[in-house]
Structures are given as C-alpha cells and as structure tokens.
C-alpha cells in the first residue's frame, strides 16, 4: 500500500480565479510568530459530489478540518451554524452569508471520478472579508488514496495562510508496545501523522528500539536486539527490505541519518565507555567522532550537515554538546539544572529539542544552538524522545504515566507549549520519529 502511495503521481493544476486580487492588505493571514496566537476561523463544508463521491467528499472534509484544528492555529467552525451551502465549488460564494457566522476563511472543493476509475479532486481557498480567492488547485490520484489528497489540501491551506509549509502529508515510525508491563513485545510500526493507517513494519520477535527517518527517503534506520548484540538496521518501508548497517561487535546505540541521508552516525560501545561514530551508507567506511573516557551518545545533525548535537556525561552528569559533523573539540550548551538527553536538532536550524530530567520528572524543551533562550514546552512524570515536524514547528513525543496499568503514548506540543495534543495508537506507542513529507 504504502509503495502504491509512494509512486502515485499527484497532478496539482492551479485553478484560475474567480476574483479579482484584493489589496494585500485585505488577505487573511496568521502571524504564527506572535506569543499568542489566536486561532483562524474557517468554514470547511463537505466536498460536493455525486453518488459515492459525496460521501467521500464528507470524508475528504472531515480529515482537512481535523488537520487545521490540531494544528492549534484554525478555529473550524461548527457546520450546524453554516447559514448556507456549497452547490458548485467553483461558484463565487455569498461571502455576506459566511461573515455573517464570522468566518474568515472559507474552503470550498468537488469530488467527481477520473480516468480510469480514478479519482479527481479540486478546491478553492476564499478570503471571507476580502471577497477574493487565495488559492486553489486540482489533484488527480486512485479512490484509495483520498486521505493523502487530503492532508495536501491541509498543507497547501496551512502554508497559504501562515506562509509556513504545513507537516499533514507526513508519517510517524513508532516503537508499538503491546502486553503485560514485565514483557512488552515491541514492534516498529508506520501510519499517518494523525494516527491513521497504522502498519507493522516487524513481527515482534526481536526488541526494537530508536527507529529514525530518512530525510531524503522512505527508508528507516532502528536497533534490534535479537539473540546477538543490538545491530542497526536499515529499513526500506515500500519494499520491505532490511539489510545491517555495519557489524559491530559491542552494544550501538541511537542510530541517525545525516540531512543528505548518505551516512549514519551513531554511538558504540567499548569496555565502559561509548564514542560516536558516523558511517557512510555507500560504502564510504567508518569514522570515529568523539575519544573520550565518557558515554557520549543520541547525537544528531544540524539541517546544514557542518554540525552535531549530543548528549555526554563527560562533565559528571548528562548535558548536551555541540561539535563540527567531523568531529573534534565540543562546546557544552546546556547550563540549567537537571541532566539533559535526546537532543534533536530542527529543521529549521533553530532550535535543537531536548528531554531534561529534574526532580523526579521529566520535560520536553527547546534552547538555540549556543545554548541560550531555553524554554520547557510540557513535563510530567516521564516525557522523553522529541521528534520534529518537518516545517520545525511542533514536537512529537511519548509519555508515561506511570502504574502497573500504564504505558507510553505519543503526544504532539507545538512552539508556544499551549497546543499539546494527543496522538491516537493501537497500544502503547514509543520513540516516535516524524517523516519529512511525502513526494
């Protein structure tokens, strides 16, 4: 499935407007940069089709909508106060009949069967008050695949009125935890970045731990632990296929792709101590990073490849670290109190995010890359393990409660720290990794 979704060919044609341009002064934006951001009212009825179409179009809606409200940024307001309807998406709505429910925005779109049993898409993007079109574009895939047509419609309305691209046409690889507490079986499991169409990638036989992935590829990197030492693995989702990153005779440990996806830098074990390492994927050979009688593990890249962040307790307890990506001298950025772990740098080149633990808990936060304007997003008993959107504006992570009954689950916070949001999983779901977006 996921293969056929990989190669499908998206035929994005722009619609032409209905209306003349407003004054840029006019068009509706959100200024996602503010401390408070209040979220954008938007009407979002159902895709209008006919027959099977409509029902899909009702669908088609419904995940656009839950898209944006995730997001904390949309206010999508309720279809019962809607005082009109959508005939023809590519009429020029009343705009008095939506400002009249104060709504700022407004998508309207079409569903109708293609070629060959395909399946044909269109909307439309309005500024209520300005009484003018922002956007619109056609999309042209097979009936299967409706969910992705919708999560690009989400990214294309996110990036219009934000100026950010939108994360909705992404995946998550998770760690699923299914069973008693004392004997977990861990599966590395896919599914869209809003919990649906979950995969299992492996059948539960070996422990899995720290799937990573690619940033130029629909592939994944992940440590098993099977009957020998832990090995580091290499994933290819479409195809299945998994061949050995190396063969190590020590432990490995938290496995990364470099931003051009050709290396893989990682941690290795030897008598006590962990050193990182980096590895070319082609072929290129292995590189010893750090030579420190300390364990210096979880390193990741900056988006620019000149840079890595990871974390060591060379100083006495666990802080996080910054040094050139070919090693050498490194520049401890982490001051506050409490021990810091799992940084991961943003794409962004921003930010780099971070679990601290301090008196017994533990917080998801974010500092610079000198390691100043440090800012806790969310904490509680046992948070751990950021991962970030691809547009570098939201963090997914798990938490645990805690209790005999407890177990992890993933959990989405964005810059400001006031949208955190729950992610839906079958079990209990662990070190997630976000994908970059689908092509």
């Known amino acids: 499935m996921l293969e056929k979704i990989r190669n499908i060919v998206f035929a994005l044609t722009a619609v032409a407007s209905l ?48 898209d944006l409200q995730r997001s904390g940024l949309f206010n999508v307001l309720d279809k019962a106060s809607y005082i009109d309807r959508i005939t023809d998406p590519n009429a020029m709505p009343n705009f008095q009949s939506w400002r009249t429910i104060n709504a700022q ?65 992404t995946r998550i690889v998770f760690v699923d935890e299914s069973g008693p507490k004392g004997n977990r079986v861990k599966r590395l499991a896919i599914m869209d970045q809003d919990g649906a169409n979950v995969r299992y990638l492996t059948n539960g036989k070996d422990l899995v731990l720290t799937p990573r992935f690619s940033p130029t590829s629909q592939q994944v990197t992940y440590m098993s632990f099977g009957v020998a030492d832990p090995r580091v693995y290499l994933l290819d989702i479409g195809s299945g296929s998994r061949q050995l990153v190396g063969n190590f005779p020590n432990m490995t440990f938290s496995p990364r792709f470099s931003p051009d996806g050709g290396r893989v830098v990682m941690s290795l074990e030897d008598n006590g101590n962990a050193n990182i390492y980096s590895m070319g994927l082609g072929g290129g050979g292995v590189t010893r990073l750090t030579d420190t009688q300390a364990i210096d593990t979880s ?24 040094m050139s990506a070919g090693g050498g001298g490194a520049q401890r950025i982490s001051f506050g109190q409490g021990r810091y772990s799992t940084p991961v740098w943003s794409p962004r080149g921003d930010l780099i995010a971070f679990t601290k633990q301090i008196g017994g808990r533990f917080a998801i936060g974010v500092m610079k890359p000198d390691g100043s304007g440090e800012r806790i997003l969310t904490e509680g008993f046992h948070n751990e393990g950021p991962t970030w959107a691809p547009n570098g504006r939201v963090i997914m992570f798990f938490r645990d409660s805690g209790g005999e009954s407890g177990g992890p689950q993933l959990w989405s916070v964005d810059l400001t720290g006031r949208n955190e949001q729950r992610v839906p999983t079958p079990n209990f779901a662990s070190d997630p990794a976000w994908s970059p977006l689908l092509k």
Not at 20 to 46: C, F
Not at 303 to 322: A, K, M, T
């Open 299 to 322: 390193p990741s890249y900056s988006p620019d490849g000149s840079q890595i962040v990871f974390e060591s307790d060379r100083g006495g307890n666990q802080q996080l670290y910054v």
């Open 105 to 169: 925005a407004l998508v309207s779109g079409g569903i109708s069967a293609g070629a060959n049993g395909g399946l044909q898409a269109d909307f439309r993007l309005w500024d209520v008050f300005g009484s003018t079109q922002l956007t619109g574009q056609q999309f042209s895939t097979t009936p299967d695949n409706w969910r992705r047509i919708a999560h690009i419609i989400a990214d294309a309305i996110y990036q219009r009125l934000t100026g950010e691209s939108g994360y909705f046409d």
């Open 19 to 66: 209306a003349a341009a407003a004054p840029a002064s006019a068009e509706i934006t959100i200024n996602i940069n503010g401390g408070n951001v209040q979220p954008l009212p938007i009407a979002i009825p159902d895709f209008v089709g006919q027959g099977p179409a409509a029902a899909m179009g009702q669908q088609i809606a419904g995940v656009i909508a839950a």
